[in-house]
């Protein structure tokens, strides 16, 4: 993993917009937003990447299924209020693009948090949209602990019977890259974000978006919401037209989206 902490070092000073301080790469963690927190002391400023993790978690307490070491596992610790998940999205978004063919299927954003395949052109519909990566931001004592997860080399195969209909790898769209590249990538990507205007980041997002103009499920506050996504704003807050005729804003911290 030397190579790796090498590798990222470099690209780390490159990118002077995440003010990064410290690379800690290991080769096996339970999750690497707590390996982050140790790591830096509750500090801004520390990179952790994991060559396996076996114990990641994603948004509202669910579990991240990373298959062994095919999968890319990174945290970034940051100033808190200095990124948002609508910023992050976009950068791991565009990581993942870049590493994917032209003219092939590309990735797009699934509300809140989820990068997902779509088809060029258009937007994907409910039967659609399988997860390629996530991105998941805890903060505690004013830190945001910004955690990303990519499956990059992943076959079929690697994903149980209940994985297959809803993830899938870069490799499998058709990506060449590595795992560290990709890393690199969300590196990079992170810092052009960061130096762009907000109201462009949000614009952006939209034209990533995957779900505004279909029909979905939300459940919040014990409460399922079944209708179409009329916008989604750049809090995250869902503006929902109900099958019932009537509508709804659901904010993004206590809701879930409803898989299909």
Not at 137 to 162: K, M, T, Y
Request: neutral net charge; aromatic residues 4%; contains cysteine.
């Amino acid at each position: 993993m030397k190579a790796w902490a090498d590798r990222l070092e470099r690209v780390s000073r490159q990118c002077l917009r995440l003010g990064i301080v410290g690379v800690h790469v290991v080769a096996e963690t339970g999750s690497t937003q707590d390996a982050a927190w140790l790591a830096s002391g509750g500090m801004p400023g520390w990179l952790v990447v994991a060559g396996r993790q076996t114990g990641g978690r994603g948004r509202l307490g669910r579990a991240w299924a990373d298959t062994g070491t095919q999968g890319l596992a990174l945290t970034l610790t940051l100033q808190a209020g200095v990124v948002s998940s609508v910023q992050a999205g976009v950068a791991v978004c565009r990581a993942v693009n870049e590493s994917l063919p032209e003219g092939g299927t590309s990735a797009g954003l699934r509300w809140p948090n989820d990068i997902v395949e779509r088809v060029a052109g258009s937007k994907m519909g409910s039967e659609g949209g399988r997860k390629v990566a996530g991105v998941l931001i805890e903060v505690r004592d004013g830190v945001a602990l910004v955690g990303v997860g990519v499956n990059v080399l992943q076959q079929e195969s690697d994903f149980d019977n209940g994985l297959r209909p809803r993830a899938v790898s870069v490799r499998q769209l058709g990506g060449r890259c590595g795992r560290l590249e990709l890393a690199c990538r969300v590196l990079r990507q992170l810092d052009v974000v960061f130096g762009r205007e907000a109201v462009a980041i949000v614009q952006e997002a939209m034209t990533l978006d995957t779900i505004v103009g279909t029909r979905r499920r939300f459940m919040h506050d014990g409460r399922e919401y079944a209708g179409t996504v009329v916008a989604i704003s750049p809090d995250g807050t869902i503006d929902l037209a109900l099958d019932d005729g009537g509508g709804a804003e659901l904010p993004a911290a206590t809701t879930a989206l409803v898989p299909e």
